[in-house]
Nanobody, 127 residues
Framework: QVQVVESGGGWVQPGGSLRLSCAAS????????YGWFRRAPGKEREFVAG????????DYVASVKGRFTISRDSAKSTVYLQMDTLRPEDTAVYYC????????????????????WGRGTQVTVST
C-alpha cells in the first residue's frame, strides 16, 4: 500500500506560479511512475502531466506544455509539478497518482492505469 499526499495548492492571480508536491510513502519510490490529474468544476478528470520511473520520460496535456514541468526527487520520494503562467482555466483540484509498473519508460494518461491516489489539492487562479 502506498500513500500519496499532495500539497502546495492555493490561490494565485493569472500569470502567477505555484509548485505542487506529492509525497509518496514507499521505500520503492523508483518502482512507480507518477501522474498529475485535475478535475475542474463540472468537468471530467483530466490527465495533466506524468513522469516515468527513471524520470527521463515525461508527458503533458497540450494545454499545459511549456507552462508546467513535472519532476521527481528519489531522495525525498517526492514528485513535483511546477506550474507557471497560470490561467483561470487551470483552476481545479489537482490529484497525484502512482502507477506500479514494470516498465521504466512509460507514462500513462489513462487514470485507470494508476494504482494509488491522493486526496487532491485545490488550485484557484483568479483576479
Amino acid at each position: 500500500q502506498v500513500q500519496v499526499v499532495e500539497s502546495g495548492g492555493g490561490w494565485v492571480q493569472p500569470g502567477g506560479s505555484l509548485r505542487l508536491s506529492c509525497a509518496a510513502s514507499t521505500r520503492a519510490f523508483t518502482n512507480y511512475a507518477y501522474g498529475w490529474f485535475r478535475r475542474a468544476p463540472g468537468k471530467e478528470r483530466e490527465f495533466v502531466a506524468g513522469i516515468g520511473r527513471s524520470g527521463s520520460l515525461t508527458d503533458y496535456v497540450a494545454s499545459v506544455k511549456g507552462r508546467f514541468t513535472i519532476s521527481r526527487d528519489s531522495a525525498k520520494s517526492t514528485v513535483y509539478l511546477q506550474m507557471d503562467t497560470l490561467r483561470p482555466e487551470d483552476t481545479a483540484v489537482y490529484y497525484c497518482a502512482a502507477d506500479n509498473t514494470a516498465f521504466v519508460h512509460r507514462v500513462m494518461t489513462d487514470p485507470g492505469t494508476y494504482d494509488y491516489w491522493g486526496r487532491g489539492t485545490q488550485v484557484t487562479v483568479s483576479t
